[in-house]
């Protein structure tokens, strides 16, 4: 199912949208937005009800400095897990309406040195990589911390 009107693109990163495409993309980062347009929202949303994207993102930043990780470095180590196969009958697109290919598969990567798992959403490397986001209080999120404790760097 394709949307049948134009889909707004926004910047890449919080930091080079203006306050109303915050607000509009906050939007469509939430759980309802998916009544909207399906192949854009998710049925659990990417963002929590009351959740400001930027405080989402600037939370996150803080932790991945702490840690000493990179978006890049996460993205691209989640980009070698597998894919578990396709679990819902739709594709879902990257909700910042750039072109990314969408796919609804979830993926799961096997850290070698610590044996432990952690299963993501498709779209996870590419909105961490791209977007600097992990999702907000959702099911599907990856925080760094969580990361960090699959590679080991943490307990
Ligand atoms: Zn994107």
New binding site residues.
């Given amino acids: 199912m394709t949307a049948n009107y134009q889909v707004k693109r926004f910047p ?1 990163l919080v930091e080079q949208m203006s306050n109303e495409d915050i607000r509009e993309l906050e939007n469509r980062l939430r759980k309802d937005y998916v009544k909207v347009d399906f192949e854009m929202g998710s049925s659990n949303g990417f963002l929590g009800c009351g959740e400001s994207l930027v405080e989402v993102i600037e939370r996150d930043k803080k932790t991945l400095l702490e840690l000493g990780l990179t978006y890049k470095g996460i993205a691209t180590t989640l980009g070698m897990g597998i894919s578990l196969g396709k679990t819902r009958g739709f594709n879902q697109s ?5 072109n ?1 290919p969408s796919d609804n598969s979830m993926m799961v990567y096997k850290d070698p040195k610590t044996g432990l798992s952690m299963v993501y959403s498709f ?1 996870m490397p ?2 961490i990589g ?2 600097h986001f992990f999702e907000g209080d959702t099911p599907y999120r990856i925080g760094p911390r969580d990361f960090a404790r699959v590679i080991g760097k943490i307990k």
Avoid: A, K, S, V
């Fill in positions: 890449n990257c909700p910042w309406g750039d990314y779209l590419h909105l791209t977007h």
